[in-house]
């Protein structure tokens, strides 16, 4: 044996001697627990970490969080709130018609909400087509490849504020983009100040945010796919749409509903590049519903945290929603694979 | 025997950080202007002629102040001492200094006229001192007036003298707006006051909204939908966000900018020879021509475990000779009675600065009493908020200013409620 290999030998042993140690003393007890608790009590036992990270840390808030929402006052120890049943609840929910924000007692609430919905029915369906897009180009034989897709990914690198910040001194009365506008010859624009102008800015630059994290995604997707489909396409003189309807999109489609359902959770809890962007405004058009929690709860004068708990609770319940279409689109093209 | 020694002499290391530890006062401090590099000198040399105690400066931004501290308070948390503007509202989280100072007397002679606003009602503690007083006044560019040939109202101006001019130098210099107030509910308060409003019921909770809230709201709206008011600063915002007004009138695209004493620092070291600049005091309504009084304190924290250190610290920030080097450097107005009535030597060569001074100082004595009692009244910063947030509505046409008197009683009614 050379001097190097009876080294390793020896380096071997070292490392291994204390874990062989170690496993000699768990042996017994291992062994007993498994006898008294069988196989799926060892599996509980080897579980309990975890289960009490979760529990500490997103369990017992929720359970605290729904608590808050039962009680009243601005005190922020439960212990000095009054138990107010479901109230914070029905006067989230006095309203007229819910339709109309200002027939309802808590009109921002409603606003926040209305404006949600909209949010996301808009960027949803661009995010994932920009995504879409943005993956397909990627996929092709550019030239720089590399270097095209960094620089869809580097926003996603990005945090929100900074994201926020850079828009806003864009997007300002007297920012780049006017200066653009007006050495092009055309009047300025005022995009934070109008409201469809603002709502658009928000949904734009969350786009611009988080594309590339999405179009990564779908780019696996595109690359997971037989390159010999596009061979046999081609040689029969299949037009570029039609590969794309028939081979492509079919053959991408789990991805893509991956990217939908992940796309919509974030839209409903948009916040942090909008707060920062628009603070919410002009007015309410861009307060989505995470901003009135976080205002309710944390930023006005005097803070309301049972109400703050129960807006919060009725938008975790919508996301629950999501969570579960998500789980089941992803069980059924799990089984969709084994079948 | 190394490994001995190296125990004992990382258990003896350890031992000294903890008997550091235990002398260690920790500051929260916010800057509106040069105060920041003031404090940090100020700190420095009292940590170098006390080295038992160990003043730990954390200089954080103003919103860290205002959203972050109110929750480690309400956690029976936070610094030692901290710099705030939310005086009232959270009193109750505020340290009683008389058994942990020098000299009480001296504190009450001082400070004594402001401890009210600091302080639970009914209750005599010395919770700290107010670090500057403030008031609320406007500044005029003076450059832009004199480039459009326009007088600067007189100090009897209304508030319609003020837009009206800045309105002439607007269209005279194609500037972006007249003028611009801050969009907060502490800024618009001293007009509306002007204008004979009061917030503060009989019963000392929220009064109705009034006739003088209705004006001048009214006022602000026709303004800024006239392209008087700079549009942006109100309506880019929902909610109860504070945004200053000061980079239109830095960056001159205002003639006219309302906002408070404590600007002047800032406006002198960003303006520089730029332009010249000078304080207005505050515009008339129908029934006076008030600002609103105010400023920032620094307050013990009830939680602190180190009482007898954070009382030393207090009387050095406290005393004569440190508020008057602080006030001089930092151009604030002292709320120190006898600072206040000796003389003052503010360290600046800008003209413009002490002529701004003199006129805030005049503008002390127009103050009327319903603008004095709001820095003592716990519901003040609430209702602030309440306005600012519906006013900023109409002017985003979400509501029209009736439809948002309603909503602003209603806010009032159900914060008063949720506070039961």
Known sequence: MSAAGGLVKTAGAIVTAPVRLLARLLDAPLSALQRLGGTNGMAAFFLLPNMAIFGVFVLFPLVVNIVYSTTGGTALFLANRNFVGAAQYQRLFSCDSYLDPKSCSEDLFWTAVWNTVAFVSVQVVLMVVVALITALVLNRDLRARSFWRAVFFFPVLLSPVVVGLIWRWILQRQGLANLGLYEMGFAPINWLVERNWAFAASVGVSVWAHVGFYALILLAGLQAIPKDLYEAAEMDGTRPARVFWRITLPLLMPNLLVVLVLVLIRAVQIFDEVYVLTGGGPGTATLYLTQYIYEVGFASALRNPGLASAASILMGLVLIVLTLFQLGIVRRNASKGQS | ?420
């Open chain 2, 1 to 420: 025997m190394k490994i001995r020694t190296a125990f004992a002499a990382i258990t003896a290391a350890l031992m000294a950080s903890t008997a550091a530890q235990a002398g260690d006062v920790r500051l929260m401090w916010y800057s509106d202007g040069v105060e920041g590099e003031v404090i940090k000198d100020l700190i420095d040399r009292f940590n170098k002629d006390n080295p038992d105690i160990k003043v730990i400066l954390d200089d954080v931004g103003y919103k860290v102040v205002q959203e972050q501290l109110p929750v480690e308070l309400e956690a029976g948390r936070g610094p030692d001492i901290a710099r705030v503007t939310n005086l009232k509202t959270l009193a109750d989280h505020w340290l009683d200094l008389t058994p942990h100072i020098a000299d009480a007397e001296y504190w009450k002679t001082n400070f004594g006229d402001q401890f009210d606003w600091m302080r639970p009602d009914g209750s005599d503690i010395i919770p700290g001192f107010m670090t500057q007083l403030t008031l609320t006044g406007g500044f005029a560019n003076k450059t832009l007036f004199e480039q459009a040939g326009v007088e600067l109202p007189g100090p009897d101006a209304t508030w319609d003298d003020w837009v009206e001019a800045a309105g002439k130098v607007q269209d005279s210099q194609q500037l972006n707006a007249a003028f611009v107030v801050d969009r907060s509910g502490h800024r618009i308060s001293a007009p509306i006051v002007s204008y004979g409003g009061n917030y503060i019921g009989p019963d000392r909770l929220p009064a109705p909204i009034d006739d003088g809230v209705k004006t001048f709201a009214t006022k602000l709206v026709d303004w800024t939908e006239a392209g008087r008011m700079n549009k942006e600063t109100w309506v880019s915002a929902a909610g109860t966000t504070y945004r200053p007004g000061i980079d239109d009138f830095i960056n001159a695209q205002v003639a006219y900018y309302y906002s408070g004493s404590w600007q002047i620092a800032a406006l002198s070291s960003k303006i520089g020879t730029n332009f010249d600049w000078v304080a207005t005091g505050s515009p008339c309504g129908t029934a006076g021509c008030s600002g609103l009084p105010g400023g920032a304190a620094l307050v013990g924290i009830k939680y602190t475990k180190n009482a007898e250190d954070v009382g030393k610290v207090m009387d050095y920030l406290a005393s004569e000779e440190i508020v008057r080097e602080f006030t001089e450097r930092t151009l604030f107005l002292p709320a120190h009675k006898g600072v206040a009535a000796g003389a003052i030597d503010f360290k600046t060569e800008d003209a413009n600065v002490k002529g701004a001074l003199d006129v805030f100082v005049k503008a002390t004595g127009n103050v009327i009493e319903t603008a004095n009692a709001l820095p003592a009244w716990s519901w003040a910063t609430p209702v602030y908020g309440v306005l600012v947030t519906r006013i900023s509505q109409v002017m985003a046409g979400e509501m029209s200013i009736d439809d948002a008197f309603v909503r602003m009683d209603e806010d009032i009614k159900a914060l008063v409620e949720a506070a039961k």
